[in-house]
T-cell receptor
């Protein structure tokens, strides 16, 4: 059974710092890995999707890496801003036959202090 | 493209009552998903439709839960005889029918259920 773990559960940093969020998964048989952002009481917004054959994806100040063999991914946020405050969720799509679901970690709650 | 919409956004009910939620996916998206998210946790998969066919169901989907997607458009999720443990955010997502591993799931704003 695929399990996804995110560390830390919460992180608070001053504005302007670069930071790294971590995600690990137990089964390397995945189609892809996604990072989502969730604001309080709201739905999820996809930030980056990394195919299983890729090593990293970049969007603006965000960079996500994937090491499938070791079951790890990181989300790097450069020059953090107060607007980056949110919960960040990592999810994998298992490669099990017919599987379309995403398996999520519990999230990292990020607070950027002005 | 108006995105995935869900109705209602909030629902308060008493234990034992039935509730029904609606999800309207992005038009032309063949795939539709339901997830449940409790406070402080990531979403958990409930069920998945491809067009009108329900192809995958989680063990979390007890016999009190039923989902439909008539005509392959909007979907409904009904919970019968609600229990306090059903209190959660119910999220709907949709995606196009594409090559495996390349399609993103687009999430709606969710329906927050509180069972008193």
């Amino acid at each position: 059974k695929q399990e996804v773990t995110q560390i830390p559960a919460a992180l608070s940093v001053p504005e302007g710092e670069n930071l790294v969020l971590n995600c690990s998964f137990t089964d390397s048989a995945i189609y892809n890995l996604q990072w989502f952002r969730q604001d309080p009481g709201k739905g999820l917004t996809s930030l980056l999707l990394i195919q299983s054959s890729q090593r990293e994806q970049t969007s603006g100040r965000l960079n996500a890496s994937l090491d499938k063999s070791s079951g790890r991914s990181t989300l790097y946020i450069a020059a953090s801003q107060p607007g980056d405050s949110a919960t960040y969720l990592c999810a994998v799509r298992p490669q099990a036959q017919g599987a379309q679901k995403l398996v999520f970690g519990q999230g990292t709650r990020l607070t950027i202090n002005p | 493209d108006t995105g995935v919409s869900q109705d209602p956004r909030h629902k308060i009910t008493k234990r034992g009552q039935n509730v029904t939620f609606r999800c309207d996916p992005i038009s032309e998206h063949n795939r539709l998903y339901w997830y449940r998210q409790t406070l402080g946790q990531g979403p958990e998969f409930l069920t998945y439709f491809q067009n009108e066919a329900q192809l995958e169901k989680s063990r979390l989907l007890s016999d009190r839960f039923s989902a439909e997607r008539p005509k392959g458009s909007f979907s409904t999720l009904e919970i019968q005889r609600t229990e306090q443990g059903d209190s959660a955010m119910y999220l709907c997502a949709s995606s196009p029918l594409g090559a495996s591993g390349r399609e993103t799931q687009y999430f709606g704003p969710g329906t927050r259920l509180l069972v008193l």
